[in-house]
Nanobody, 129 residues
Framework: EVRLVESGGGSVQAGGSLTLSCLYS?????????LGWFRQAPGKQREGVAG???????KYADFAKGRYTISRDNAKNNLYLQINNLKPEDTAMYYC??????????????????????WGQGTQVTVSS
């Protein structure tokens, strides 16, 4: 069973930066066909932020391009999300998720959060103006 634990969230002022981490266990890197970050703001639907597939290809939501960077460290079993120039609209609970049952592209994974087979508990990001 894959287990995911996010960390790195916090309260920051607009313009600041954060790096979120997602430590995964229970699966080898070869089993992780897709790893992604999703977020959900109060009163809004969950949305994809960024994803990376087993080939190392990445996909970003339009709002994330230019300010968000997803990366993974297989040796440390960690997935990261760096967010620069934070804006109040970035305020949300951020979740990491993985897919281990079927090969998929980063684009497919980011577009199908309901297909993910493991989720973390989330880490809160709050940005004040």
């Amino acid at each position: 069973e894959v287990r995911l634990v996010e960390s790195g969230g916090g309260s920051v002022q607009a313009g600041g930066s954060l790096t979120l981490s997602c430590l995964y266990s229970g699966a080898t890197s070869r089993m992780l066909y897709f790893l992604g970050w999703f977020r959900q703001a109060p009163g809004k639907q969950r949305e994809g932020v960024a994803g990376i597939d087993s080939d190392g290809d990445t996909k970003y939501a339009d709002f994330a391009k230019g300010r968000y960077t997803i990366s993974r460290d297989n040796a440390k079993n960690n997935l990261y999300l760096q967010i620069n120039n934070l804006k109040p609209e970035d305020t949300a609970m951020y979740y990491c998720a993985v897919e281990t049952r079927a090969r998929m592209t980063a684009h497919q994974g980011l577009a199908t959060p309901d297909f993910m087979d493991a989720w973390g508990q989330g880490t809160q990001v709050t940005v004040s103006s």
